[in-house]
């Protein structure tokens, strides 16, 4: 698999603030951890496919804004906004949802980065090789039971904040030099287990790349994000996704607008042009 000159939908630092933050009620309580071994450093096996009959669905073409960087740049065509977990705060991400937007709240899966606040809690042993072109970032064994406790608290932080989704990055490890002997088979179990523990917590899930695992993690996700589908010539492998009515969420950094368009909107693809460093500068399809 090539490795993109891409932003991987995040930044390394910087906060996301919201105008007008207005506290909200949110109902539901975290749920359990499910298919956690014993022992930070186990390996797991992949949770069962579970279905999203309780999340909300969006209808594909559905307008979005992605920041994950700098005071937040609310668009008033965006229905839905993929932000920072840990660097936006609850006001923000509650003053969104109360006027009926969908926050997807943004964090790596299948990496460690050493500036968040739960690095320490990682296993040693579940700590791959470090991120090319990431300082500070190393890739994680995905199937550590440490690693998954690890992303069951950050599931837990989210419903906490007020998210009505998560936005895990990172899941294709198999197309990377990770340290670790990481396949399809183990990311398709490792976006299973994300799906439902996201589900059990009343949060929908995404897919971020990994267009090799679509069809058979298509069942159990909610929606996609594809960073340049257009570029790589790519985005009609979302058909099908598509036509099972799950929106895909697609950015491109270079060409122009209308030329990125004219191949995504017939498709029905919600498609954004903005900066790499993603940090509110965006253009929705006209």
């Not at 668009?75 to 840990?86: E, G, H, P, R, S």
């Not at 890739?139 to 419903?159: C, P, Q």
Request: contains cysteine; aromatic residues 8%.
């Amino acid at each position: 698999m090539r490795v993109r000159a891409q932003s991987r939908l995040r930044a390394k630092s910087g906060v996301i603030w919201g105008a007008g933050a207005l506290a909200v009620a949110l109902s539901g309580n975290a749920m359990g951890h499910a298919e956690q071994a014993e022992g930070s450093d186990a390996v797991v096996q992949g949770a069962q496919p579970t279905s999203a009959s309780l999340i909300a669905p969006i209808a594909p073409g559905t307008p979005w804004h992605i920041q994950l960087s700098g005071r937040l740049q609310e668009k008033t065509w965006a229905a839905v906004y993929d932000i920072d977990l840990f660097d936006t705060p609850t006001a923000t991400i509650q003053s969104l949802v109360s006027r009926g937007k969908k926050v997807h709240c943004y964090f790596s899966a299948g990496s460690a980065e050493d500036w968040r606040s739960d690095y320490s809690k990682y296993p040693k042993s579940a700590l791959g090789k470090n991120m090319d072109g990431w300082p500070g970032e190393k890739w994680v064994d995905v199937r550590s039971a440490g690693v998954r406790t690890v992303l069951a608290a950050r599931m837990d932080l989210a419903k906490s904040k007020g998210c009505t989704g998560i936005d895990p990055d990172n899941v294709d490890g198999y197309g990377h030099d990770t340290g670790f002997p990481l396949t399809k088979d183990h990311s398709i179990a490792f976006v299973r287990w994300l799906a439902t523990e996201a589900h059990a917590r009343g949060l929908s899930v995404g897919l971020k790349n990994g267009i090799e695992i679509l069809a058979q993690v298509g069942p159990q996700v909610d929606w996609a994000i594809s960073e340049q589908c257009v570029e790589y010539k790519e985005c009609s492998a979302f058909k099908s996704f598509i036509a099972s009515g799950k929106p895909v969420f697609h950015v491109e950094y270079s060409g122009s607008l209308s030329s990125i368009c004219a191949v995504t909107k017939p498709l029905k693809i919600s498609t954004i042009k903005s900066t790499l460093d993603l940090n509110g500068p965006a253009d929705k399809c006209p």
